[in-house]
């Protein structure tokens, strides 16, 4: 019998159909489907649930909102919550990193508030063209979609021409340096480069950090020419790779930093920009979105900064679990690939590139059957990614990785 899922849902649905279970309660790193089978999330929204599923503390928060008559939609005018969350973010996040920046609270999706940024960029330098990374990804609307140097590839989809990109950066070499240099002294399409836009560590392009000293480059040169630091932290922000930024420590110092996925800590839908404050030269209303006021998830993303902010605690719980993960991924490289399998990442963003379309996919296949959510990323879909809520209890992590290695075992004896 078809179903309503078959019936009425569009052919472009993806996910479900690498996990065809109909979902129906959630825990922490556990999903349940309507049968009462329960799966290991590894995969956590896309980065949306870094805190997990119906995390207690912020579920509590919402009933508590829900119940008692706090707005819900409040476009960009002044509420309770959005006083609350703008004290948490500059006292968690903003004042111990010393950083002087405002907050742009833009429509509910990272593709907006990359959108905002790049429109932000251009309006300071009057420059419009981008320069970004190879296996970048910023989002599907149109303006992001161009700059994604992951998408570039995609048949249907029309490009901006405005924008180049250059090479990930693993370890970083002169000619990388060199590269740098010209490129963002050249013009493309005519126009000269008004912004570069980099995530510190990428995401769907395989987990992969970029090299700290060419983080620096990117500054020191970008300060010379007066083009804008773009750094989107959608996925790897909000303590995914442990400190609440991918970048720290690195000397990037953005201009502009692009937040969402999980800053509300429960998955609602939230986005927004941390803009230098000498650089917020927005026009009121200029950049406008009726969506900007998600009123439930100021709530929720203060409560998430005041519980998990204020203490180093998390960071260093996401440090160690981290490094439960390089270990099991290094084993199971070292039984299985053969040399030929990479381990990759930062913090809680890993993946296992098995360089082989196919059994990456046949990897993520097993672990499925085996109850346990993963996805592929990177060039050709070759990367297992591991994006584990950053809050996973050690004995799911453990159970999660045991489930992943039995997977590999599985896909790697039938090719
Ligand atoms: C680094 C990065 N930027 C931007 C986006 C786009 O976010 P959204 O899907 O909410 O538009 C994503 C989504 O995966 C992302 O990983």
Redesign the pocket.
């Known amino acids: 019998m078809i179903t309503p899922f078959e019936e009425m849902e569009s052919n472009v649905r993806y996910y479900s159909r690498k996990w065809p279970a109909v979902w129906a309660t959630s825990s922490g790193a556990t999903i349940i489907d309507e049968d009462g089978n329960e799966y290991l999330d590894f995969f956590a929204g ?2 949306a649930l870094s805190y997990g599923h119906n995390n207690p503390v912020l579920v509590d928060i919402a009933i508590e909102h829900l119940r008692s008559g706090k707005l819900l939609h409040s476009l960009d005018t002044f509420t309770v919550e959005k006083r609350h969350f703008f004290e948490a973010i500059k006292q968690h996040v903003l004042e111990p990193r010393s950083m002087d920046m405002v907050v742009q609270t833009v429509g509910p ?4 508030a ?1 959108e905002a940024a790049l429109q932000l960029a251009q309006r300071i330098t009057g420059n419009r063209a981008v320069v970004g990374f190879a296996g970048g ?4 609307s149109y303006r ?1 979609a161009s700059i994604s140097a992951s998408m570039a590839g995609r048949e249907t989809s029309a490009h901006l021409k405005d924008f180049v990109a250059l090479p990930y950066v693993q370890h970083v070499t002169d000619a990388d340096l060199e590269l740098l240099h010209t490129t963002l002294r050249s013009t493309i399409d005519g126009q000269a480069i008004g912004a570069i836009i980099i ?1 510190p560590t990428q ?2 392009g395989g987990a992969r950090p970029f090299d700290t000293l060419y983080l620096r480059a990117i500054r020191e040169q970008c300060s010379e020419l007066g083009i804008v630091v773009i750094a ?1 932290e ?3 922000g909000v303590g995914r790779t442990g400190p609440f930024f991918s970048f720290e420590g690195s000397a990037l110092d953005p201009d502009i930093i ?1 937040i ?2 999980s800053i509300s800590g429960l998955g609602l839908p939230m ?1 927004l920009n941390l803009v230098r404050r000498n650089l917020d030269t927005w026009n009121p209303g200029e950049f406008s979105g009726t969506f900007r006021g998600n009123n439930l998830a100021f709530a929720t993303s203060a409560a998430m900064l005041d519980t998990y902010w204020s203490t180093l605690d998390l960071e260093k719980g996401t440090e160690v679990r981290s490094l439960t993960v390089r270990g099991v991924l290094d084993d199971i490289a070292s039984t299985f690939g053969q040399g030929n399998f990479t381990v990759r990442g930062n913090g809680l963003l890993c993946g296992l590139d098995v360089h082989d379309t196919e059994l990456a996919a046949g990897i993520a296949a097993a672990a499925f059957e085996r109850r346990l959510i993963v996805e592929t990323c990177g060039a050709g879909d070759t990367t297992v990614k591991l994006l584990p809520p950053i809050v996973i209890e050690e004995d799911e992590l453990d159970e999660g990785l045991k489930r992943l290695g039995d997977a590999v075992a599985q896909a790697c004896s039938i090719r």
């Open positions: 896309a980065g999706t990272g593709a907006t990359v990804y910023h989002g599907m992001a995530e995401g769907e989107d959608v996925q790897a692009c969402s996925k986005a």
